[in-house]
């Protein structure tokens, strides 16, 4: 069966120009809840981690054992609402939308670093920050549905 | 011990994404999110064999994540992970044909650039 995509030549209707920024809205939305949940879980790991002490061994047993801290049981609980909502969010946007515009979750988490747990930002740090940000900005303008029907950007 | 625990962060990480991202494209969009909805989900999902294949190599990386925010800082720790978004960016255009144009490809390589500006 053939499809035919929509080219820049051929005026959207309303109708389809406002299902395709709702799409995009939509995505958007629920991007910035999967980068906030991945920013809280990885506090929390990152804390609760750093109280239970280094942990160095292939087997799962001392992990498992580690989820009955407070800070670990939180950060868990975040991780599981980071997987499903960016299950969600997979379901109808691309991998290659996704990874990009949800790595903003690497600048406020190295923010977060430098501001409660002491860690150093250097200038390379803020020009790692700016460069993200920059790419991030390339790829949240395109469309993020382009394996289906709606494609274009 | 840190260079084999970015590997088994960074592989199964990128296999277990591709899984995901086949799987619910074929599983649609998640409409319920009541305890009961997200239960439902669940066994929907293991019903899934792209999610099935997925939960080991997550589970990896998962674990092998954990072993090294325990050895290393949240700043290497995060950001050195990031290094796969260049291999799976080239898998997802032939895998799941996607379409790929300019701005993701020179945005996502801005993002593992800057990603591992934040590792130093």
């Known amino acids: ?153 | 011990m840190i260079a084999l625990l970015v590997a088994l962060v960074v592989i199964p990480g990128a296999v277990g994404d591709l899984l995901n991202s086949a799987g619910m494209k074929r599983y649609g969009e998640i409409t319920d999110w009541t305890p009961r909805g997200l239960l439902h989900l669940c066994r929907d999902l293991l019903h899934n064999s792209y999610i099935l294949a997925s939960i080991p190599a997550m589970a990896i990386s998962f674990f092998a994540m954990m072993a090294l925010l325990s050895a290393t800082t949240l700043s290497f720790a995060v950001p050195i992970t990031a290094s796969s978004y260049i291999l799976e960016t080239a898998l997802a255009k032939y895998w799941l044909k996607e379409h790929v144009d300019w701005r993701r490809w020179v945005g996502t390589t801005l993002v593992a650039i800057g990603i591992a500006l934040l590792s130093f």
């Not at chain 1, 030549?9 to 309303?14: F, G, K, T």
């Not at chain 1, 047993?61 to 969600?88: D, E, K, N, Q």
């Not at chain 1, 409660?116 to 900005?137: A, F, P, R």
Request: glycine residues 6%; positive net charge; charged residues 10%.
């Open chain 1, 1 to 153: 069966m053939k499809i035919n995509l929509p080219t820049s030549l051929e005026p959207l209707s309303e109708r389809a120009l406002w299902r395709k920024h709702s799409l995009a809205g939509k995505t958007l939305l629920v991007s910035l809840i999967v980068i906030g949940t991945n920013v809280v879980a990885n506090y929390a790991l990152e804390r609760g981690l750093r109280q239970i002490g280094v942990v160095e061994s292939l087997s799962p047993a001392p992990y498992v054992r580690a989820f009955v801290h407070p800070w670990v049981a939180i950060g868990v609980i975040f991780m599981f609402a980071w997987l499903t909502t960016r299950l969600s969010l997979l379901s109808w946007a691309d991998l290659t939308y996704v990874l990009p515009v949800t790595s903003f979750s690497y600048v406020i988490s190295a923010v977060i670093g430098a501001v409660y747990l002491d860690e150093k930002v250097s200038v390379l740090h803020w020009l790692g920050i700016s460069v993200i940000t920059l790419g991030i900005l390339l790829v949240v303008v395109t469309y993020p549905k382009t394996s289906g029907v709606e494609s274009g950007s």
